[in-house]
């Protein structure tokens, strides 16, 4: 008992100085794993991911990642100027590669590291489909989901170890049923709808910036739609880290005009 106190009281206050204002969202988030810590991790990995994969150079399809790459970039440095967060973006080492790969992917590592598959670009097939993926990786990185994710993880290995101190004088076979139906409950109720959400606002950003950057967000709808036929959303979304294709579909198509009220901000309008 007396450990589960220790462990609870550090962890409390773990949370009161961990808790800080996301500059995209305004809302306070429970981070404890600082850009301080996890971008020279970040810069590390990605630097051995370039070396042992095949990168693309040269060709009209990575020169179009690059020029892409560069416009969500600058729509980022906008947003954030506009908004009172001048410098925030200081620490970013930008980068933008084409990788060969046939998986329908793209990522961004804290920090600013980017990479899209090969396979992807048949299914954005336009400047404005692979702004709507870029804009939606590049926000996971600037929305600090990777270390929200991170202290997520924690937090439940802290929930375990509570669970555990408090059921020490059960049985054996007692404690593995507790402790397998809190895995599965922290999962389905706490982790996986976490991860959903920090989708949902990828998703939100990612229209922003990519308006920002002068592509009409509408296309955003034709992209997804043509992931969706893709069939690769085959599982229950309870049971999934993303929306289903129709929740993302319906979501984006709400969060649409708030982009374009963004872009329109900084001069840019669609018809």
Not at 216 to 244: C, K, V, Y
Request: with cysteine.
């Amino acid at each position: 008992m007396r450990k589960s106190i220790v462990v609870l009281s550090g962890f409390i206050l773990m949370m009161f100085f961990a808790c800080t204002t996301n500059p995209f969202t305004g809302k306070s988030q429970f981070n404890v794993v600082s850009n301080d810590q996890i971008f020279p991790a970040s810069f590390q990995q990605y630097d051995a991911f370039i070396k042992e994969n095949k990168v693309i150079t040269g060709t009209a399809e990575a020169k179009m990642v690059t020029t892409v790459g560069q416009k969500i970039k600058a729509a980022a440095e906008k947003y954030l100027n506009a908004n009172g967060y001048q410098g925030y973006l200081k620490d970013y080492q930008w980068e933008y590669h084409l990788v060969q790969d046939p998986s329908l992917n793209a990522w961004c590592m804290p920090g600013g590291k980017i990479v899209v598959y090969s396979g992807i670009l048949p299914v954005t097939k336009t400047e404005a489909g692979l702004a709507t993926v870029m804009g939606h990786e590049v926000s996971h990185a600037l929305l600090n989901h990777g270390g929200q994710r991170m202290t997520a993880s924690q937090a439940q290995q802290v929930g375990a170890v509570l669970l555990g101190a408090a059921t020490t004088q059960e049985s054996e076979a007692a404690q593995q049923i507790y402790m397998q139906a809190y895995g599965v409950g922290s999962n389905v109720l706490g982790m996986l709808p976490f991860s959903r959400s920090h989708e949902t606002e990828a998703d939100k950003y990612g229209l922003i910036l990519m308006a920002i950057a002068g592509y009409n967000p509408d296309d955003a709808i034709a992209f997804w739609q043509r992931m969706s036929a893709q069939g690769a959303g085959g599982t229950p979304e309870l049971l999934s880290t993303h929306p289903s294709d129709a929740t993302r579909i319906a979501n984006l198509q709400k969060m649409i005009p708030e982009a374009k009220a963004e872009a329109a901000k900084f001069g840019v309008t669609f018809k």
